[in-house]
């Protein structure tokens, strides 16, 4: 079971006024790679100022746009899809929950906190550390006899795995059969769409969280949305209470996703630049995984990576529970040749290092 130690607070990225702070840079020159978010986010279109004033209308067609955006029967818009992880456990029976050693981090104490037994995972691009988890998540075998619930992140962050819908359904029907559920992040999927499992929610076996912060790179704008079989959703609905996404949000999140032609052209561009970061890292990495949005590398030197970078005024994210780095896009071509350039100064430093320490 997870620590319930409330006061330790989960590492995320998008900490840039802490690094700014330790490394003594001001937060503005900053090139910030610490998050998987679009870096050219969807283009916010003008608020009518009557928005600001009045209270949010929950019986607006936001949801009901979004439902039939991710082709699912109903969707309920909470306050980003944190809020709805806190939620979840009030509403699913009991039971042993199955959650990655290496994923999402608010998912473990959520379910830990609320009393249930947690075993973590790991999949086989991580089996080396096996012996850190309970079990291995293998493609096409019987899900532990004990466990009644699973939460995947698809694809995951930071490891970018991934996995087929028919594999993920797989383990919906497992879990369907022992009265359990299969909650599904899709938080990165609208840039690789076809991995969605969106349309296949129908009832309590099956549970997809969607979020508008990474693909269009409105994180600010706190919308999430929950696709859940009617119960699950009643019983969501009703803690969520009223006015919980704001109404300025609303109006952003629904032209975003009525606009087709921008998410058409953002897939393309993010295909293209999440190619390109990981060639490009794949000059100074021995492995390296993408999805369009960021990347991951696993290097036992990923703290020296951190701190070199850092002093160049370029924020990533270094994971401890296994030494890696998880890399977001650059903005503009300025942005690329100035990574390109620090990448190959820390590796020069690095590779000094290593030929000093061989020397003595």
Sequence with gaps: MVDPDRTTPIP??????????????????????????????????????????????????LEAVAAHHY????????????????????????????????????????????????????????????????????????????????VLVNPNNPGAERWSTQIIMDWAAQLAARGGTLIVDEAFVEAMPTLSVAQYVG?????????????????GARV??????ARVDRALRTMRGPWSVSGPSRIVTRAALCDAAWQCDARARLEHEGARLAALLGTSFMSVSHTPLFAWVREDTARDWQHGLARRGIWIRRFEQVDGLRFGLPRDEAQWMRLEGALSAVRQEIEAGRGASSAS
């Design 71 to 150: 082709g699912a029967p109903r969707a309920l818009a909470v306050a980003g899809t944190q809020a709805a992880i806190r939620m979840l456990p009030s509403v699913l029976p009991r039971g042993r929950v199955g959650i990655a050693l290496l994923t999402y981090g608010e998912y473990a104490p959520a379910f830990g906190y609320a009393g249930y037994p947690v075993s973590r995972f790991v999949t086989p691009q991580f089996g080396d550390l096996a012996h850190e988890a309970a079990f291995v998540l293998n493609p096409g075998q019987p899900l532990p006899d004990d466990l009644l619930h699973l």
């Design 203 to 219: 009832n309590d076996a099956l549970i997809v969280l969607r979020s508008v912060g990474k693909f269009y790179g409105l994180a």
């Design 224 to 229: 999430g949305f929950v696709l859940a079989g």
């Design 12 to 61: 995320h990225g998008g900490n840039l006024t802490e690094a700014a702070a330790r490394y003594g840079i001001p937060r503005a020159t900053w090139l910030d790679l610490s998050t998987g978010i679009n870096p050219v986010g969807y283009p916010v279109p003008s608020i009518d100022a009557q928005a600001w004033l009045r209270l949010p209308d929950d019986d607006d067609d």
